[in-house]
């Protein structure tokens, strides 16, 4: 017993271990949360384990952000009320139009740095 660890925790890593495919990494909902700002995570969605008896939310860890910035053309920011995870490499045509539509969308309705600190001060 020196070196064993019990617990649902562990039996949960356990059966995210077995879930996973070959060469994945799934993680449950509690971990995402916890790792969210340095790992690019792609959620899976609800999954049943065998010994868990409500089914969970699991997500699979693509890798970090540092590494996906300095090897691909990736954008993430995040911080309270604000998010922004942009793959612009792998996006379509059409995709990058609609991101193009939404950020300029965005631009609009966030307004002129300067205005609003002139707004806030006033």
């Known amino acids: 017993m020196d070196y064993t660890i019990i617990g649902s925790g562990v039996n949960l890593a356990s059966r995210l271990e077995g879930a996973a495919s070959p060469g994945d990494i799934l993680i449950s909902y509690e971990t995402y949360a916890l790792v969210k700002d340095k ?4 959620k899976v969605g ?8 409500r089914p969970v939310e699991a997500y699979r860890a693509v890798d970090s952000y540092a590494n996906l910035q300095d090897e691909r053309d990736v954008v993430h920011e995040e911080f309270p009320n604000f998010n922004l995870d942009i793959n612009i490499e792998d996006l379509s045509p059409d995709e990058r139009g609609r991101a193009v539509a939404a ?20």
Not at 39 to 42: A, D, G, N, S
Not at 108 to 117: I, R
Request: proline share 3%.
């Open 46 to 53: 609800e999954i049943s384990l065998k010994g868990v008896s």
């Open 39 to 42: 790992i690019l995570c792609e």
């Open 103 to 122: 950020l300029s969308l965005a631009l609009e309705k966030l307004g002129d740095p300067e205005d609003a600190a002139v707004r806030s001060v006033g």
